[in-house]
């Protein structure tokens, strides 16, 4: 034995000193393993139509950009002061910004079971709701909203009034609320049946209208400065709204937009600063506008007694308070005192459609002027202001009730000299963010062994946020969240985790983790693990503890990429675990692993990969390991969560159904299958 060892060694040191003359030694190449390729199932099993295209067009008459929401269902209803609000919790498929011209035309990608698609916007100047169904990949969305344009066309005097300045004894008995208020002072100038002023201001070299497009500047701002969902405008600009004349000045005041059902009078009245009226009875109002209904509402336009654009001079009646006294009138308001302004709710005498009620509701620029619907007053005004580039807003709110938007009436006004009014508050741009339902992920976690196809072993949902600016609504930050759910009867004890690989980063993003536990209402601080080389976020290492769990990244972009209009940052979520030390990981059917999976796992038992031929995830029959659904919302997995459905394969009549059929015609049948 030992002289076996010595020779052997003999031998390598001899083989050894001989190579440095034979040249480099090169070993022969091991022989590859034969490669047996399985059958495997050529449908992708999706559920995505990447080759969408929307094409939706507002017609506003004003160049302003509009956010909308695009949906697969009924999104809201219409209440009974005929505005249509969406419900609460119901998430869009996608959102975005019109150009401002109102149109978005683009690629998209929906879910393929998508027929029909609503739009909806929360913006007042728009309608509110749209339908339309798909024409094979395309969704074209028609407008027919009518407008009122600034050249409306008035008619002869009319015999309808304002109720609040007909004489008591003419009002109907139904409508006590007018009767029982101080009668207020009727305009000067003549108006039509629809109240529309016979004479408009048609500017002056020391006091100009208000350019057409800074008029449109001014109603895009409101829009993108207050949000328009119900109850949400911000406090801040709820405060007495009377004009602070400092020096004697010409007042005129401009109509730039609004959106309510109620044909409402506007009056104004003034007093010495520190001399406010306690109430609207011991104010000397003085009609503005007869009728301010702009015929933007649904079906409003025949009844419309303003146009956007529409001016009136106001006059200064130093008498006034005599009784009504009228004489010495002038256009200049002497200096240290306010101006106010009142919105009677449907005064008008002549109505539209259903809009005939008796409204007792009073929405002032002062405080303690302002009354509810149930007449009883209000401790602060129903109005807000706000300037932009310094042009002073007033805008009105005319139904406590309802959306809380003081949207209902927006106007601006001018003085000369420019300087007169006092300071009213800068606006805040605001950010608005928006959420969408992006779906749900469902895996079988015992890949690459075929397991029970029940697709219910790791359960979660995506759901998508971003973050727009609206100055010049560009998306500053974007995030995901993922929600974890499981079979009631949790028989598999498989431990997976979750992990994203995301695409889209940019070096100067920065990233932020948040998790949520169950039963918790806000989300705190967390620490995933994060592999920055391959862009893969580690949610979680068992997604079967804390079931209901919610993980959230969220990507800050840097404002130098503020011209991002669209979602940048895409993610890839899968399964993983770990096996005597390799990493397994499962993806959806077809999706390439992340470079750090183990190779050796594929092709092997049920799997059908070909990585070779970048194959992955696939294998024989009608099952793959893990289906994204597009659009799937948690009622539609109930089936999933079900206890007395573990075990069943995903196609049987108790789960669903229409799957088998839906994957044996490659997709072009019931592709809501799961929905």
Not at 215 to 231: E, G, I
């Amino acid at each position: 034995m030992r002289f076996q060892h010595l020779t052997i060694a003999s031998v390598a040191i001899l083989l050894a000193g001989c190579s440095s003359n034979l040249g480099d030694y090169i070993a022969p190449e091991p022989e590859k393993p034969e490669v047996v390729e399985k059958e495997y199932n050529t449908f992708n099993f999706s559920t995505e139509n990447s080759q969408s295209y929307v094409n939706l067009s507002y017609n506003t008459g004003v160049k302003t950009n509009i956010y909308f929401e695009l949906f697969d269902e009924e999104p809201g209803e219409w209440a009974d002061n005929g505005k249509y609000y969406k419900k609460e919790g119901i998430l869009p498929i996608y959102s975005g910004f019109t150009d401002e011209n109102g149109q978005f035309k683009s690629n998209i990608s929906l879910p393929s079971y998508v027929s029909k698609l609503y739009a909806y916007t929360p913006y007042f100047i728009a309608t509110p709701i749209l339908e339309t169904t798909m024409e094979g990949n395309t969704a074209t969305f028609v407008d027919n909203k009518e407008y009122s344009t600034r050249a409306l066309t008035r008619g002869a005097t009319g015999g309808e009034k304002s109720y609040m300045v007909c004489p008591t004894n003419e009002i109907p008995n139904n409508l006590s609320s007018y009767a029982s208020e101080k009668r207020w002072y009727d305009s000067d100038v003549d108006y039509d049946a629809n109240g529309r002023l016979s004479e408009l201001f048609k500017g002056e070299k020391n006091l100009p209208l208000i350019p057409q497009d800074k008029l449109d500047n001014y109603l895009k701002t409101h829009l993108a400065v207050f949000p328009v969902d119900r109850s949400s405008f911000p406090e801040d600009y709820i405060k007495q709204a009377d004009i602070t004349i400092t020096k004697p000045a010409e007042v005129a005041v401009t109509i730039i937009g609004g959106n309510t059902c109620w044909n409402s009078s506007m009056g104004y009245y003034y007093y010495p600063e520190g001399q406010k009226p306690a109430s609207l009875d011991e104010a000397n109002v003085i009609l503005l506008f007869p009728n301010t209904q702009n015929g933007t509402y649904a079906g409003s336009a025949s009844s419309a007694g303003v146009s956007n654009g529409d001016c009136v001079k106001l006059k200064y009646y130093p008498n006034i308070a005599n009784n009504g006294d009228k004489s010495g009138a002038t256009d200049i308001f002497p200096a240290n005192y306010r101006i106010g302004f009142v919105l009677a709710a449907n005064a008008w005498s002549k109505r539209f459609g259903n809009w005939t009620h008796d409204r007792k509701q009073r929405s002032a620029t002062s405080a303690d002027m302002s009354k509810d619907i149930n007449g009883k007053a209000y401790s602060k005004p129903m109005s807000a202001v706000y300037n932009i580039d310094g042009q002073v807003l007033v805008s009105f709110e005319d139904d406590n009730n309802y959306d809380h938007n003081y949207s209902d009436l927006v106007m601006t006004f001018q003085t000369n000299p420019v300087d007169a009014p006092g300071e009213t508050p800068d606006p805040k741009y605001e950010f608005r963010k928006t959420t969408e339902n992006v779906g749900f992920y469902i895996f079988e976690d015992q890949w690459p062994s075929k397991g029970d196809y029940d697709l219910n072993d790791v359960i979660f949902n995506a759901t998508y946020t971003k973050v727009y600016s609206t100055t010049n609504n560009a998306i500053y930050e974007e995030g995901y969240t993922f929600k974890t759910y499981t079979n009631a009867a949790k028989a598999e004890k498989l431990k997976s985790g979750v992990a994203v690989k995301v695409e889209g980063l940019q070096a100067t993003d920065q990233i932020e983790f948040f998790v949520k536990k169950p039963g918790k209402t806000e989300f705190t601080a967390a620490n995933f693990e994060r592999d920055t080389r391959n862009n893969i976020i580690y949610l979680t290492d068992n997604a079967k503890s804390n079931i209901g769990t919610e993980y959230m990244f969220n990507v800050k972009h840097d404002e130098a990429l503020g011209a991002l209009k669209d979602k940048k940052v895409k993610i890839k979520p899968f399964i993983y675990r770990d096996v005597d030390g390799k990493r397994l990981e499962i993806h959806i059917a077809q999706e390439a692993p992340t470079k750090v999976a183990e190779r050796s796992f594929f092709g092997t038992e049920d799997d059908a990969s070909q990585p070779d031929k970048n194959i992955y995830y696939v294998r024989s029959g009608n099952y793959p390991f893990g289906i994204f659904l597009d659009g799937a919302t948690e009622s539609d997995m109930t089936k999933l969560f079900d206890a007395a459905n573990e075990t069943r394969a995903i196609d049987e009549d108790e789960v669903y159904p229409k799957y088998k059929s839906w994957v044996e015609n490659k997709g072009k049948q019931y592709k809501d299958w799961y929905k």
